[in-house]
């Protein structure tokens, strides 16, 4: 649930402004479909799967394409061979929403952050 304190019409009006479209100039990057929250939780399951004692931090560089298909995907800081697979397929797998910039879609390259924790 939202929370918020009322803080007069002026704050009110202000908050409502920041929910409005944004500017066509303003770029959304790409993002899986789902949610980052989603995706980040199954591609951990998958690693796990893999490698149940992975830990530590995962970078990816990925490039989406305008219809939403992962065309390229790196593992910068990854596990072990396997598991650096099993992240690649994931990925290359996942539906993602196009970038957006200035309103019109094209493709553009992103970057994944994860830090994996030991289970147990």
């Avoid at 304190?5 to 409502?16: I, N, S, T, V």
């Avoid at 980052?36 to 199954?42: A, K, Y």
């Avoid at 931090?57 to 990854?78: F, M, N």
């Avoid at 397929?89 to 929403?97: L, P």
Wanted: a positive charge.
């Amino acid at each position: 649930p939202l929370i918020y304190k009322k803080l007069g019409a002026k704050a009110e009006q202000e908050f409502k402004d920041s929910l409005e479209t944004k500017k066509s100039t303003d770029v959304l990057t790409a993002r899986p479909v789902g949610g980052w929250e989603i995706f980040s939780s199954g591609l951990a399951n998958k690693i796990y799967e893999t490698d149940p004692t992975a830990e530590g931090k995962l970078k990816i560089r990925l490039v989406v394409d305008s219809s939403g298909k992962v065309t390229r995907t790196k593992v910068v800081e990854g596990f072990n061979e396997e598991a650096n697979k099993t992240i690649i397929q994931t990925i290359e797998k996942t539906k993602f929403h196009p970038s957006r910039k200035n309103g019109k879609v094209q493709e553009m390259s992103t970057s994944l952050v994860m830090v994996l924790q030991k289970r147990g």
